[in-house]
């Protein structure tokens, strides 16, 4: 039985209901008020026999109420078919909708106009269709970035390892294609590494090692493992640390890759010039600024350097290689220690990190 034909049934039934008791009622009140005013019932309780215009008046009565109680339910039949039509006809949106979500069809929507329960059921579920839909476009994205980005060190790879087995090849050139594959190899490494620790955190079973981390040191210890790769293209790396120390409570092993990774994306994209890397106290935060003097982020990109897999043309392009989810993992793992990040960049003339963490608090000893 469909839910407009139960909802119809239930109003007669409720007619019906209502009909038999006004019916039941108007025989024992009106009968007895109408002995009492017309025919004045004694004070005695003895009732003097009802005359033939008392009879009539009281069937009149019935008949009025049969009437309206048929009228009504008419009227509320109607009523109630309209009322069941506004409530099942997005019932049955959300029946295809869910249909052609089971299919695949993630661009499917209810739109539904009302505001009431079933209205706010219907647009959480155009929510959740949407939601679907971003996910299922980055997982084609993410297949298409991991097919590509594994054929060219593969292909690399391949061709090197028939250099090898060429015996017309010197040692020098055998022992350059050993390395080249090396280096291919901690490629792929590091991009299957990337999406492991995505899907840790994503499933939210990433484990922090947190510790007190004094923030200043720490920058400077940092710094020093990719002053080496900034000498080589002849880049400075400046640094402008507190007065003060201040700690910061912290997994200093992924406190230590976020650094690095900021690091290196800033000497990738710097060709002259340097980095700055900037260190205070605001409130009750810890402020951490990466500032290079590189090529910039265009304006329109800032807003989805922080999604999954997107490259800009300029910032994150291909030839850089990576999945485009480094800065994902970066930021998930500021969220994870209740921090912050922002970006400011200017196109040509350089780009900005801005980190922030929570400074360290000493639990407090309660006293005997």
Excluded: C
């Excluded at 492991?196 to 955190?201: R, T, V, Y």
């Amino acid at each position: 039985m469909s839910f407009k034909v139960k909802l119809i049934l239930t109003y007669i039934f409720l007619v019906i209901v209502v009909i038999f008791f006004s019916a039941f009622f108007t025989r024992l009140y009106i009968a007895r008020s109408f002995n009492q005013i017309i025919i004045h019932e004694t004070p005695s309780g003895f009732k003097m026999f009802m005359t033939p215009h008392g009879e009539r008046f009281l069937n009149a009565m019935k008949f009025v109420l049969l009437w309206v109680g048929a009228i009504s339910i008419l009227i509320g039949s109607a009523l109630a078919l309209f009322v069941s039509q506004l409530t099942v006809n997005p019932i049955k949106k959300m029946v295809k909708f869910s249909k052609k979500i089971e299919k695949g069809d993630y661009s499917a929507r209810i739109n539904a106009k009302t505001k009431d329960e079933i209205g706010l059921l219907a647009r959480a579920l155009d929510h959740m269709a949407e939601h679907l839909s971003e996910i299922e476009k980055m997982r084609k994205t993410l297949v298409q970035n991991v097919s590509h980005d594994l054929r060219t060190p593969l292909t690399v790879i391949n061709g090197y390892l028939e250099t090898l087995d060429n015996k017309d090849f010197t040692k020098k050139e055998k022992e350059k294609s050993l390395k080249i594959i090396k280096d291919e190899v901690e490629r792929m490494e590091s991009m299957l590494n990337e999406l492991s620790i995505l899907s840790a955190l994503d499933s939210k079973k990433y484990k922090l090692n947190l510790e007190k981390i004094n923030l200043n040191d720490f920058i400077i210890e940092t710094s020093e493992m990719i002053r080496i790769e900034a000498n080589k293209k002849n880049l400075f790396i400046k640094i402008n640390k507190s007065s003060k120390p201040f700690y910061i409570n912290a997994d200093r092993k992924r406190i230590k890759e976020i650094l690095l990774n900021l690091l290196d994306n800033a000497i990738k994209y710097t060709d002259r010039g340097g980095i700055y890397i900037k260190s205070f106290r605001e409130g009750t935060n810890a402020i951490i600024s990466i500032k290079d003097t590189g090529k910039g982020i265009p304006e329109q990109e800032l807003p989805y350097i922080f999604d999954r897999f997107y490259r800009g043309e300029k910032s994150r392009s291909r030839t850089t290689g990576g999945l485009g989810i480094g800065l994902t993992i970066i930021k998930e793992l500021i969220y994870a220690h209740n921090g912050k990040i922002e970006v400011k960049s200017e196109l040509g003339k350089g780009t900005e990190f801005i980190l922030s963490f929570p400074i360290f608090k000493a639990p407090r000893v309660k006293k005997q």
